[in-house]
């Protein structure tokens, strides 16, 4: 079955530091990767998705991701990020065929003003 | 807003107790997908119906049990509830098909005591 990792529990950075997030998945056919963010006391918001293509993905907020395929990997990244990007962040699999959502444990970030 | 909506927003209930959660799907969306989330379990796939009839089941206890209606709104029932039940129920929905996000409702917070 699908397995998520999400390696870092919790990241505190300073406002306009850079951001990256791990996400590593275990099965290596054909996914779609997501993205999820939930904000303290929030339903869970989609930030970015990958189906194919372009392995660069651009999401909402100035949110990116790169899917590595040889890694198994799909890490999230921030150039500069807010005090109001402190949420806790999800990475979520799908195996093509399959309608499930497998999720990460996810990664509690603190921005720190 | 996401278009998910989830009632009741909080709940609290005893030991040994029965409840109903109830979710109504975006307009549009046949698919309705229940997630458990607790502190030590992170997110956890229930079971999913789409357009009425069970599609996949995660880990889903025995006491629990799930259904999909003709207006597609669904119901998660959890009965003989136990202390390590308490946890934060999400519904989400999506068209169909494996390349739709997910979107999800608030989420219904349970509290056994």
């Known amino acids: 079955a699908q397995s998520v990792s999400q390696h870092n529990h919790h990241v505190i950075l300073s406002e306009a530091a850079s951001l990256e997030l791990g996400c590593n998945y275990s099965?290596?056919?054909?996914?779609?990767l997501f993205w999820y963010v939930q904000y303290p006391g929030q339903h869970l918001q989609l930030l970015l998705k990958?189906?194919?293509?372009?392995?660069l993905v651009k999401g909402i907020k100035g949110f990116e991701a790169e899917f590595i395929k040889s890694k198994f990997s799909f890490n999230l990244r921030k150039p500069s990020v807010q005090w109001s990007d402190t949420a806790e962040y999800f990475c979520a699999v799908r195996d093509f065929g399959n309608e499930k959502l497998t999720f990460g444990t996810g990664t509690r970030l603190t921005i720190i003003p | 807003d996401s278009g998910v909506t989830q009632t009741p927003k909080h709940l609290i209930t005893a030991t040994g107790q029965r409840v109903t959660l109830r979710c109504s799907p975006r307009s549009g969306d046949l698919s309705v997908y229940w997630y458990q989330q607790s502190l030590d379990q992170g997110l956890q796939f229930l079971i999913q119906?789409?357009?009425?009839?069970?599609?996949a089941k995660g880990n889903i206890l025995e006491r629990f049990s799930a259904q999909q209606f003709p207006d597609l709104h669904s119901e998660l029932n959890l009965s003989s509830l136990e202390l390590g039940d308490s946890a934060l129920y999400f519904c989400?929905?999506?068209?169909?098909?494996?390349?739709?996000?997910?979107?999800f409702g608030n989420g219904t917070r349970l509290t056994v005591t």
């Open positions: 990958y189906f194919s293509g372009d392995p």
């Open positions: 099965y290596g056919g054909t996914v779609n």
């Open positions: 989400a929905s999506s068209p169909t098909g494996d390349r739709s996000p997910l979107h």
């Open positions: 119906y789409y357009n009425g009839e069970e599609r």
